[in-house]
């Protein structure tokens, strides 16, 4: 970060927040507090950080950009890509048995499933793998996804439709214009659901669940939100 000519565009991240360390010279360094930038204002965080860029550094046009670090061929075979992460805040899944029957659901289509596994031995990998015995489904419809997010990153980029809850993946779905659907629990309040929503050119739905959401009907929008 001290590098002659380098920039830091810091956003909010863990280093920043825990102020432990200097990040860089401070005449190098531009913040964009994510969490405050744009005060009570329902704007998604695309279109804040486009305002941000612009007042900061004069970029007029800003748009997301993601280039991903790996490639992955399906040939002709289309592909949803599946998270059920949730950060290890549980309020933002939904309780079972949806995982099991959305997968049974993508697993019915034309499509080959890849679902992340989460971290090695975490509550997602496990709760992800249930999920998956649990539909009865072989691995030529399911498959799973096991490494760096960077990884599967690069299987969305790769794919016809992404699901997922609020996390990563639907942002990573956004900037590539890949379709997505995301079902979005545990918002404390309109202004977290609205920033943190994904804001995609491509095709998205954004299925906002209440806390005692009754798991079938909620997987009956879904249903209704997936393409033809």
């Known amino acids: 970060m001290d590098q002659p000519g380098s920039l830091v565009l810091d ?10 360390l200097p990040v860089c010279a401070e005449q190098r360094h531009h913040l964009f507090e994510s969490r405050s930038f744009g005060g009570d204002s329902l704007a998604s965080l695309p279109a804040l950080t486009r305002q941000w860029v612009r007042e900061t550094l004069g970029v007029e046009d800003a748009q997301p950009w993601l280039h991903p670090k790996f490639q992955h061929d399906f040939g002709s075979q289309p592909v949803t890509a599946v998270s059920l ?11 079972d048995p949806f995982e099991e029957e959305l997968l049974r659901l993508l697993a019915s289509r034309d499509s080959l499933v890849m679902v992340d596994a989460g971290a090695p031995g ?12 649990a539909t009865g489904a072989d691995s030529g419809r399911i498959g799973v996804h096991e490494g760096a997010f960077a990884s599967f990153a690069s299987i969305i980029a790769a794919s016809s439709l992404y699901f997922g809850y609020d996390s990563a993946g639907q942002h990573v779905a956004a900037a590539l214009g890949v379709p997505l659907i995301t079902v979005f629990a545990g918002h404390a309040n309109d202004r977290m659901f ?35």
Do not use: C, F, Y
């Not at 956003?11 to 432990?20: F, H, V």
């Not at 992460?85 to 309780?95: D, H, I, L, Q, S």
């Open 194 to 228: 609205a920033r943190w929503s994904p804001d995609s050119a491509g095709p998205s739905t954004v299925i906002k669940a209440s806390e005692d959401q009754d798991p079938h009907a909620l997987l009956n929008q879904v249903k209704s939100a997936l393409p033809l």
């Open 122 to 133: 975490s509550e997602e990998e496990t709760r992800v793998r249930r999920a998956i015995a």
């Open 85 to 95: 992460g949730v950060g290890e805040n549980p309020a933002k899944r939904v309780e």
């Open 11 to 20: 956003p909010d991240s863990r280093l920043t927040q825990l102020g432990l």
